[in-house]
């Protein structure tokens, strides 16, 4: 600590920082709720059309899946086209890539996945149902054989999501698209 007490002066002014207030001011200044939600349906847009979910690189998915997740329920919450189709189902189809294409899923991805599946399920596209192949196939069966080998959750919580993926795995099998 005396070491400390000896140095901690601050007799030296330094006035570095302000050469940085102009673009401080333009990157923290405050938008109006349209100028936010107008930036945030750009992004939207650009990300689903800047690239086809056919062409781009298996690397690209990685850690994509939230991403994608949010731009659905955006594009549903303003009804975004694009061209004559809906965004929404653009970005599911971005979500079915993903899901196939990525080298590995988080546990939150999956998680975040299977907790908006069943308002996707609600959806009148047709990519839901392979959505739903994919889910009840391939994503539930491999997360729960996770979970009950215990490699994933450690600690109180891990009943309450396992009984989760049954409810989602029941409830999949019940339900006909």
């Known amino acids: 600590m005396n070491l400390f007490y000896d140095y901690d002066r601050n007799e030296i002014f330094d006035d570095g920082i302000l050469k940085y207030r102009a673009a401080r001011k333009k990157i923290f200044s405050f938008e109006s709720d349209e100028q936010r939600i107008n930036r945030v349906l750009a992004s939207v847009f650009k990300l689903l059309t800047e690239r086809s979910p056919f062409d ?37 189809v971005w979500i079915y890539a993903t899901l196939i294409k990525a080298d590995s899923l988080t546990r939150a991805e999956v998680q975040m996945f299977l907790k ?49 993926m049954l409810y989602l795995q029941n409830l999949l099998s019940s339900i006909n698209l």
């Open 56 to 92: 781009a690189p298996k690397e690209f998915f990685n850690g994509k899946l939230e991403t994608f997740l949010t731009c659905r329920a955006v594009a549903e919450k303003f009804g975004i086209k694009i061209g004559d189709r809906s965004a929404e189902e653009i970005a599911l």
């Open 116 to 164: 908006a599946l069943p308002e996707i399920l609600a959806r009148p596209f047709p990519i839901c149902r392979e959505l739903k192949e994919l889910a009840q196939n391939k994503i539930l069966p491999g997360f729960c054989e996770i979970l009950k080998n215990g490699n994933v959750l450690k600690g109180i919580d891990s009943w309450k999501l396992r009984s989760d």
